[in-house]
């Protein structure tokens, strides 16, 4: 069977967040997906099968941590409609059927792909206690994304306090169903971002993700209403970085990137 690795939310190789997609005649078991995602050890790993014609998608699709299933996630996504997209397996928008609904992958100029999101509903809710010590930072605002998401959304003082944290996992992960996001003004808006974050998952196996699609659905809104424009840059202040341009449109969030294929493989077992 046949594995890529998709660097996404990049134009360049070594950058932006990994993930391994598998286009496949049907999904096998799950401790079989699972024993795959474990061993390509990235983010995630993304399984598709193809869907008879003239029902409402096109493709299954579903995502993987090195430990668990997830029900949504943006750089696998991308990842995969980048290798429908560039192999001639699809042509086109390319709607998948996955744990969130269908969601909707469109090719753009130069090798952009657009994601069309549920965008997270935020609430605001009070600091938990024992956050800012283990985050290493006092945030200015916390606010929950929903159960779709399932992140503690953070607002922090600024770019500069994003850019260096360095927070203690395991006492975040009591503190999210699925993980930290901590996000601020970007410093300086010429420079080509709106706003930056990071990402911190533990409770499914990633520490810190390079580029999380997903919490931009939650981002989105929350910085569109602070700075009175639908669409934005955001950039994921990770070790390898990368940028997400962002659109919001009421109930739904775009979210778009391009993605490079850097290994193209057999899996032999």
Known sequence: MRIRIVDAFTDRPFAGNPAGVMLLDAFPGDDRLQDIAREVNHAETAFAHRLPEGGPADWALRWFTPVTEVALCGHATLATAHILHTTGAHDGPVRFETRSGVLVATPGAGGSITLDFPTAPLTPVAVPAGVAAALGAEPVAAFDTGPQVGD?????????????????????????????????????????????????????????????????????????????????????????????????????TLLTGRAVTVIDGELLV
């Open 152 to 252: 503690l959304l953070l607002e922090l003082a600024d770019e500069q306090t994003v850019r260096g944290l360095s927070p203690d996992h395991k006492a975040l992960a009591a503190h999210a169903a699925r993980g930290i996001i901590a996000t601020a003004r970007a410093a300086d808006p010429a420079r080509g971002y709106d706003f930056v974050s990071r990402g911190f998952f533990p409770n499914v196996g990633i520490d810190e993700d390079p580029v999380t699609g997903s919490a931009h659905t939650a981002l989105a809104p929350h910085w569109s209403a602070r700075l009175g424009r639908p669409d934005l840059t955001g950039l994921q202040a990770s070790r390898r970085s990368g940028t997400v341009r962002t659109g919001l449109r009421g109930e739904r």
